[in-house]
């Protein structure tokens, strides 16, 4: 099993500052299998990235993902007043599909 | 565009089965390289996958819950059942279902999720 390990847990920033998420997986995962969500209180996850760094239809162009192997990162690059929520990373390749225990952003 | 809609109890007794409906539209479940997946997430807590079923009735199952979990597909009334046994307290959390399409060689992804259930175990 992969197990997913993120940080920070929480992540204090004020809008328009840069935020950079980390995503360090115990074994190598392939680059596709990789996906980064946004969740907010009280709503389902919403799929940012996947395959490691391509965009989901409708997500706006401040957020990037990137990395291989073992280490991936989210980063958004100005941060608008609706990107505090909480952000998992997840690995879809092969049973069992496991998550990062999440990085809380919230305003400064 | 694709759907999916969580349904079942809302409060269920310890040791009794769980049992938990996902509609599904946008897609046919006997579709290839469909799956559908169910997720639980705990009250503050983070996402947990439980289980999976493939377009040719294939499953998956969480480690942690084989023995107690069993996923179903009904093509021709477009849902996906789960069912738990011997609930808990601690399997009280919002429940997802989610669609997943492969293509050929490439892995999908879990996109799109559905609004969730919130299951609470308490006698």
């Known amino acids: 099993e992969i197990v997913l390990t993120q940080s920070p847990g929480t992540l204090s920033l004020s809008p328009g500052e840069r935020a950079t998420l980390s995503c360090r997986a115990s074994?190598?995962?392939?680059?596709?299998?990789l996906a980064w969500y946004q969740q907010k209180v009280g709503q389902a996850p919403r799929l940012l990235i996947y395959?490691?760094?391509s965009r989901a239809t409708g997500i706006p162009d401040r957020f990037r993902g990137s990395g291989s192997g073992t280490d991936f990162t989210l980063t958004i690059s100005s941060l608008e007043p609706e990107d505090f929520a909480v952000y998992y990373c997840?690995?879809?390749?092969?049973?069992?599909?496991?998550f990062g225990q999440g990085t809380k952003l919230e305003i400064k | 565009q694709i759907t999916l809609k969580e349904s079942g109890p809302t409060l269920v007794k310890p040791k009794q089965t769980l049992t938990l409906t996902c509609i599904v539209s946008?897609?046919?479940?006997?579709?290839?390289?469909?799956?559908v997946g169910w997720f639980r997430q705990p009250p503050g807590k983070a996402l947990e996958w439980l289980a999976l079923i493939f377009w040719n009735d294939d499953q998956r199952y969480s480690p942690s819950l084989r023995t107690r979990a069993s996923i179903t597909k009904d093509t021709s009334k477009n849902q996906v059942v789960l069912t738990m046994t011997n609930m808990d307290p601690v399997d009280t959390g919002t429940y997802y279902c989610?669609?997943?399409?492969?293509?050929?060689?490439?892995?999908?992804?879990?996109?799109?999720w559905g609004q969730g259930i919130l299951v609470t175990v308490s006698s």
């Open positions: 989610v669609h997943k399409l492969d293509f050929g060689v490439v892995v999908g992804w879990f996109h799109p």
């Open positions: 946008g897609f046919s479940l006997s579709t290839k390289g469909v799956s």
């Open positions: 997840q690995h879809y390749g092969s049973s069992p599909y496991t």
């Open positions: 074994l190598s995962v392939s680059s596709y299998d």
């Open positions: 395959g490691a760094s």
